[in-house]
């Protein structure tokens, strides 16, 4: 039998391709100095990552990573919400653009990203898996000039999360009026001003319920102005109470995806 030319790339599995009829992704991909790719299986296993992701998680080669999944490589959260993503993609046939979200790496630091995903398709148009491509948020500002003050504009929200922020402050500050800054925000991360501030706030108080943080501390830590705002905002995103989430976090183990677990796109609105 002649052997593949996928068996020569060291960052697939070449059995997947091979077995699902995929054609392998551009080289392209795999030389882009500024981005990571990766593809996964139905069954939210990596079967490719290129070299720039395999050094984000600061693994020595593709085999620390292919087969396994975003719950052996990133904390139980942040994986939720990567594979809830998935799951959309899939059940939806639909993309995800320049979505907002944060990446644990080998050393583990935090760093935001702009990820695009949606479905990977074999030769015949079926779906066998999800694949996505992403910048860091700095990366993804440069590579717009119109709209490269957003990076102070990060920054700024990063720094102050803990505080009132008002997003008109924040438009004044970087010299916009606040629709501009919005209208500007929202095209370049597909998430309003608002939403970036919440989910942050929301994914600082996960890192302090997991250390065992009472709810009352983290919710004036974390820039919420009263417990019952921040345990209803809590709910809208993780599906739980922080209550809750504190509790059951050491219990939680990782899970492969069941696309039956995934609302409709009316029931996700």
Request: proline share 4%.
């Amino acid at each position: 039998m002649q052997t593949s030319n996928l068996e020569h790339n060291l960052n697939f599995d070449s059995s997947f391709y091979e077995r699902e009829d995929c054609l392998p992704p551009s080289g392209l991909l795999e030389s882009h100095s500024g981005a990571f790719y990766f593809a996964k299986d139905l069954n939210g296993r990596f079967v490719y990552a290129n070299q720039k992701l395999i050094e984000f998680f600061n693994l020595n080669s593709s085999r620390d990573i292919i087969g396994k999944t975003d719950y052996d490589l990133n904390p139980v959260d942040l994986a939720d919400a990567f594979v809830k993503d998935d799951l959309r993609v899939v059940k939806e046939n639909t993309f995800l653009s320049n979505k907002i979200e944060l990446i644990k790496n080998g050393q583990d630091a935090k760093e935001w990203f702009s990820t695009t995903k949606g479905p990977l398709y074999n030769r015949k148009g079926d779906i066998v898996g999800i694949e996505g491509i992403a910048f860091s948020t700095a990366k993804a500002i440069e590579m717009s000039a119109p709209v490269s003050d957003l990076s102070n504009c990060l920054e700024f929200i990063q720094s102050k999360y803990q505080n009132p922020i008002l997003m008109k402050e924040i438009a004044n500050q970087f010299h916009m009026s606040i629709s501009t800054f919005e209208k500007k925000f929202k095209h370049q991360f597909n998430i309003s001003p608002k939403q970036y501030l919440k989910r942050l706030r929301i994914q600082k108080a996960c890192e302090m319920l997991r250390t065992h943080h009472s709810v009352k501390e983290v919710t004036y830590s974390t820039g919420f102005c009263d417990q019952s705002y921040f345990t209803k905002e809590f709910r809208v995103v993780m599906g739980m109470t922080p209550n809750a989430y504190r509790k059951s976090f050491k219990h939680t183990t990782p899970h492969l995806f069941n696309f039956d677990d995934l609302p409709t796109a009316a029931q996700a609105t």
